[in-house]
Nanobody, 118 residues
Framework: VQLQASGGGLVQTGDSLRLSCAAA????????MAWFRQAPGKEREFVAS????????DYADSVKGRFAISMNKVKSTVYLQMNSLKPEDTAVYYC????????????WGQGTQVTVSS
């Protein structure tokens, strides 16, 4: 599986942005797709995840109610809709995938920079 993230940019506080992650390669039926982010000087942190076959999405507490993860199976693309953005959301955002039974995310896309100005 290969992942290609896009959609980052420079926005102002309160704005919205949608990130995309295009997947290619083997079928994703047994995969969990996720978004992580890494701010300057900080460790990478989990943002949201969703099983490709459907089901409940999981979110970090810091983004609950503001971010939404979704997917378009026809386009093999995962999205992260980010609303009410805050300066603390500034980070490089990465999409990732893991097989459902695995404990670690083994497939990573390149990052896309999101900068939220105050």
């Amino acid at each position: 599986v290969q992942l290609q993230a896009s959609g980052g940019g420079l926005v102002q506080t309160g704005d919205s942005l949608r990130l995309s992650c295009a997947a290619a390669g083997r079928p994703l039926t047994n995969y969990i797709m996720a978004w992580f982010r890494q701010a300057p000087g900080k460790e990478r942190e989990f943002v949201a995840s969703l099983r490709w076959s459907g089901g409940r999405a999981d979110y970090a507490d810091s983004v609950k109610g503001r971010f939404a993860i979704s997917m378009n199976k026809v386009k093999s693309t995962v999205y992260l809709q980010m609303n009410s953005l805050k300066p603390e959301d500034t980070a490089v955002y990465y999409c990732a995938a893991r097989i459902f039974a695995a404990s670690n995310y083994s497939v990573w896309g390149q990052g896309t920079q999101v900068t939220v100005s105050s």
